[in-house]
């Protein structure tokens, strides 16, 4: 039966294909996410086994929120790797490269995650309260675009630093996700990141760069949560708490307006505009409630994913049964330590290399954020914005944010967090703010494409 299948147009119910293949098509989805989503625990020092299991719980909720309609998978969000960046560091291992993990301060970054996806919950109820057009208002491109600019340029200087471990695999990682991003076809074009890590790595064995004493030692079945890292016990009032929510939380404007373009991106894919049903409210609560369980649970925010996007439109396959099939195949997955131990092997230089593109990439978004929605820098007004937003968030981060006391607390505003507040003031404040959202058609939206913020 499932030879006389009409691939064409799309398939809309898997189950026609055959239990079999179902099973192929969530690995191809589980791996068209794996490289871009273990990298971050990677780089903030967190668990790749929580990321997994959060990936896939989160990805299974936003289905759930979202009446089962969108095919969509949450990884983990790079967007948030500047705030992690300011509220908990990586340390400086022996040899001075920063790999040590920030035990001190990771849950406090977690739990400042888990309040950003909380955010969206807050945006989703504005939305069905007022309707989409009015609050979409506040957060313009001209805002939401030098903001994802920002990011990118902050974590620039941790880049050269992984780099600096080993300069031939950083070029090497570096050189193989520009190839495959340039001249790769099919999937080669979609696996980028993975790709990048596997040819770098093969490199690295090659060399003797690669340290294998860990995977000896690690169980293979072991619970992926570890408490010391979890935001849910970070939820304690203190500074560092306060802190670490005025850092994080304004991230959460960007990775917003994101997630918009990812919804458009695969309401064009599929041919069904999703921003209308089933409606941009869900969809943004199902990423916030995924990104606050995350949070909670000691992983990184999560995000709607431009490479599964991808292999939706090369299989042509848009049963979101596929999607949650890839979610559950990464939360079995989580529960290895001993794959977790494999990942861990993966040398400084290569992280470096993924990392220079990965985060120029992510400025880059931004650039083009503001390109597509044509935004008038002719306008004073957008320029005014645009500039404060910069200089706010690049200046204030490097003299180490801007502290005050309240009720007794201190609190400290990183870059981030000043530049946001700031550029929504600004925006609300100024005469002359002509943007207008579209919900009408779901294609007119900009993606974030295969690097996803």
Known sequence: MSQNIDYSKGIYDARQLGGGRMLILGIQHMFAMFGATVLVPL???????????????GTLLFHFITKRKVPAFLGSSFAYL???????????????????????????????????????????LLISTFGIRRIMRFFPPVV?????????????????????ANWLLAFVALGTVIVCNIWGKGMVKILPILIGVLVSYAVALVTGAVDFERIASAAWFGIPLHKEAMGLFAIDGSPEFISALFTIIPIALATMMEHVGDIAAISATVGHN???D???????????????????LGGPANTTYGENTGVLALSKI???????IAAVLAIILSFSPKFEAVINTIPTGIIGGISFVLYGMISAIGVRNVVENRVD??????????????????????VGGLTFAVAGVSVNLSGLAIAAIVGILLNAILPGNDYEFDSADGADAPSSGNLQV
């Open 43 to 57: 780089l903030t020092g967190l668990s790749v086994s929580t990321t997994l299991l959060c990936a896939g719980l």
């Open 278 to 296: 089933p409606g941009l409210n869900r969809t943004l609560m199902g990423d916030g409630l995924a990104t606050a369980l995350a949070g909670l």
């Open 82 to 124: 500047g705030g992690f960046s300011i509220v908990a560091p990586m340390l400086a291992d022996a040899d001075g490269n920063l790999t040590v993990a920030n035990t001190q301060m990771l849950p406090y970054a977690c739990a400042g995650v888990a309040f950003s996806g909380l955010v969206y919950l807050v945006v989703s």
């Open 144 to 164: 939401t675009g030098p903001i994802i600019i920002a990011i990118g340029l902050i974590l620039a200087p941790s880049a050269i630093n992984n780099c600096q």
């Open 274 to 276: 999703y921003i209308n």
């Open 318 to 324: 848009y049963d979101p049964l596929v999607i949650r």
């Open 377 to 398: 820098f002719t306008n004073s007004r957008n320029l005014i914005i645009a500039a404060v937003i910069l200089v706010s968030a690049l200046g204030f981060n490097s």
